[in-house]
Nanobody, 120 residues
Framework: QLQASGGGLVQAGGSLRLSCADSRRTFSNNGVGWFRQAPGKEREFVAAINWYGGNTVYTDSVKGRFTISRDRAKNTVYLQMNSLKFEDTAVYYC???????????????WGQGTQVTVSS
């Protein structure tokens, strides 16, 4: 249902854009979020967007560097990541749920994840 893509290997300071495509209208639940999980760590919130209103929320560590956006015509949510740091290395997941919240328990549908590796 949710297909995440766009990950890869990038040098510190570089940029990547992740995409999350929705093939079954799960975004109509209203909340779409990006999470990430580094090896040995818990999955953590990155950013979320209200599918209809466009309101966004970010975790403090990515504010000013990452931008979440959506294209309703394409049923796709993006995560533009600039000024990437080594500590941004993780598997990034997109998720859909009733509200754009920071808790993993607030989401019903999850994509398969895409690997982002930032070399220092």
């Amino acid at each position: 249902q949710l297909q995440a893509s766009g990950g890869g290997l990038v040098q510190a300071g570089g940029s990547l854009r992740l995409s999350c495509a929705d093939s079954r209208r799960t975004f109509s639940n209203n909340g779409v979020g990006w999470f990430r999980q580094a090896p040995g760590k818990e999955r953590e919130f990155v950013a979320a967007i209200n599918w209809y209103g466009g309101n966004t929320v970010y975790t403090d560590s990515v504010k000013g560097r990452f931008t979440i956006s959506r294209d309703r015509a394409k049923n796709t949510v993006y995560l533009q990541m600039n000024s990437l740091k080594f500590e941004d290395t993780a598997v990034y997941y997109c998720a859909a749920g009733p509200r754009p919240v920071a808790q993993t328990s607030g989401y019903i549908y999850w994509g398969q994840g895409t690997q982002v590796t930032v070399s220092s």
